[in-house]
């Protein structure tokens, strides 16, 4: 937990001894009492300013507040706000600020970027220092964030302009460990938290006490009292004292009375500014649409960033996955200004590093999901640009709401499916936002899908990256509770496979039962909501769990950058034809594809190794090395296969390669001279010659892999009826059953052109020790990569065979 003393020491020179130390406490109370009448003193936004003495009297007039400086606040308050450069109030800063010094609950509402931080934060700090809390009182004020990103930027505030008070702030928004955590929490007076970290900490914290807690204040409430987070934040009450004032801030208001009451809100103060107002963004925000069908988004994406290479633009999409996808196909493309992207599944490090790349920035293009649709203040953003529809009029709000931040211009841009235009203009009209049509021009258009699709060909890592992106974006299409915007009959899916360089629409399984009800029923932000990546991280290790062989050999997979996109595809099934929890927990896709893995097909070549010497034959045999399969029949034999050395001697001599431009290898004997192959047509012709022949091969392997597949499942289904029928006869199979595909599905769907099983394990055998970063991978694929070795390390892979020896031992374990 980051933590701090936000003030300075109060005693800078040593301790003042005797009476100057009275006399200071003595200062301090009248200075304390002095702010609590002028407090009491504050009507609305004015403050009441006796002429003559001190009682109230009819001349007595109601000064204008206009700056901090106006305010009864305390020194150390104002001087904080004076060093952060923070002079006048802004509206909901003067309407908010008063009201709630005087203690009331406020629910405040007013545009993005007008201020609402410091509305929130100043009677925070006040209300305690006039409470004369210390240490001792444990913690006084709790402020909740949807996203860990919002936390830290407000705990960065508090810091700046608490800078010169004693209170102890902490931020608990997990990413480091509990117990790291829990030693500091008891001491804390004021916590920055997002909902699911502190909840954890209040159940599982026995020191942490909450009972003399005074404030309670909800940035961006409607977010944090919907859906998504609904358990959490209903948990987190349950704990609180009753007797608080509560705080509730967002430019898109909740006043629902079930929420109100479920925050048990005293006798609230509704803040408004601008209501009634024309319209309910800034008005130095231009907006505009585009209608633009599905399958040309990237183009137009990708057309409109090489157009403003001098801007620094936030690119919103619906899914992670999408802006995975986007990031790491236009990466490759070199458009000419700095891409970052920033999703909820990143690790905590590199979130914070992107977010401070970007701040940093004059130019650059952020691919982003949500979760900086809220709050986040970076300066001076030129575009915001809305890919995916946003989920309704709220979401577009927030989102555009990142540019045309505190009276700066800003411009937004919104790319709409022509099925979505209209249902869409409605909300958005609703909702008072001023919006304007414009058309593309057709020469600014990028052309990039035959870019993409050379490199979805040449990567097949990319395309799986591109087929889960189609599916978590269709998921998304689904959920949409707003059917008059979002109609998934509407939308050319396949056009838009292909735009994404796709050999063709991934099918995709719909889920049925109470599962599908409740991913129905939350929101789009809350599938792919920041909490999801809390809880990755805090998924409990089970240290001295007891695992079984059989437990190991089906937990092995290839330790590769596949490994973890394989196993999102073979989804478990529980014989009702829903995914388990466990599957939809990993990936929380609503749209399943299914997969099944053969029961006698292994991943790794140990396995495959393993199989046949578990299935007992005299002899050993070792694929892969040299042409023909080595067998080992003797002693002899087998210790020159342990001799790296002599073994050498078998491998065939290697041939010269050299590698062309794009990587592609080839004999340099065996070049083609240039006659030759002008001969053969232009280059340009070959080029198109050679696209459309290997999409045709793409197709015939995606027919043969199917039919693959099929036969795989025949198989199976077979297999499965011997052994119901054996068990029928009273004999036991110990073989674990690894789930089974329904019989309608096509359980190859997605992985059209996955490599089989037994590819996988040449694939495996081939693989150097550690495998180079890819282009498309960044740092903290790597980590991820290596966190997950090392992590099956701890949970007990180290028992697995390394030698020979190891290998027979273990398959006369099993043998017997
Ligand atoms: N009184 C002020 N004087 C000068 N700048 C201010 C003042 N109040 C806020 N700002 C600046 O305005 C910007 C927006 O403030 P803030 O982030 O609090 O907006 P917000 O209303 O919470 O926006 P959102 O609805 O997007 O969360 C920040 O950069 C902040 O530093």
Known sequence: MASATIGRKSIPNGRPKGDARSLKKKRDIDDVQKLQNAVSELVGDRL????DGNAKTSQDIKAEIKNFADLPLSQTTAKGLEASHFKSLTDIQLKAVPRALKGRDILGAAKTGSG?????????????????WTELDGLGALIISPTRELAIQIFEVLRKIGRYHTFSAGLVIGGRSLQEERERLGRMNILVCTPGRMLQHMDQTAA??????????LDEADRIMDMGFQMSVDAIIEHLPKQRQT????????????????????????????????????????????????????????GFIKASLKSKIIVFFSSGKQVRFAYESFRHLQPGIPLLHLHGRQKQAARLDITSKFSASKNACIFATDVVARGLDFPAVDWVIQVDCPEDADTYIHRVGRTARYGRVGRAVMFLDPSEEEGMLKRLAHKKVPIEKINIREKKQQKVQNQLQNMCFQDPELKYLGQKAFVSYTRSLFVQKDKD????SKYNLEGYAASMGLPGAPKIKFQRGDDA??????????????????????????KDEVRTRYDRMFERRNQDVLSGHYSKMIAEDDGNGLE????????????????????????????NEFDIAASGPAAKVIPGIGREPLVIDSNRMEKLLKSKKKLLKLKEKGQKVKFDDEGVPYEPNNVENEEDFRKRGSAQAQRARFLEEEAARVREADIEDKQLAKDKKRDKREKKRAREAAE????????????????????????????????????????????PRKWFEDESDEERETAKKNNSRVSGVADEPETLEDLEALAAGLLN
């Open 48 to 51: 009441v300013v006796r002429k």
């Open 580 to 607: 388990t929890q466990a599957d939809a927990d990993e990936d929380d896709d609503f749209l399943s594809v299914k997969r099944v893995l053969p029961v006698d097909g292994n991943s790794s070549s140990e396995e």
């Open 247 to 302: 705080m509730l801030f967002s430019a898109t208001q909740t006043k629902k009375v079930s929420d109100l009451a479920r925050l048990s809100l005293r006798d609230p103060e509704y803040v408004a500014v601008d209501e009634g107002a024309s319209s309910a963004t800034p008005s130095t925000l231009q907006q505009h649409y585009v209608v633009t069908p599905l399958a040309e988004k990237l183009n137009t994406l990708y």
């Open 116 to 132: 609402k931080t410091l509305s929130f934060l100043i009677p925070v700090l006040e209300n305690l220092y006039r409470q004369k």
């Open 208 to 217: 942490f006490e909450v009972d003399n807690l005074q404030m309670l204040v």
């Open 485 to 488: 915007i979002f109609d998934i």
């Open 728 to 771: 029928r006869d009273g004999v036991e199979d110990e073989t674990p059953d690894l789930g089974e595909a329904g019989e309608d599905e096509d359980p190859m769907a997605l992985l059209r052109s996955l490599p089989l099983d037994d590819d996988e394990n040449e694939e495996a055998e081939e693989r150097p020790a550690k495998r």
């Open 517 to 542: 009800k409740r991913l129905k029923n939350a929101s789009r932000a809350a599938l792919s909501s920041e909490e999801d990546s809390d809880r990755e991280e805090e998924k409990p290790k089970k």
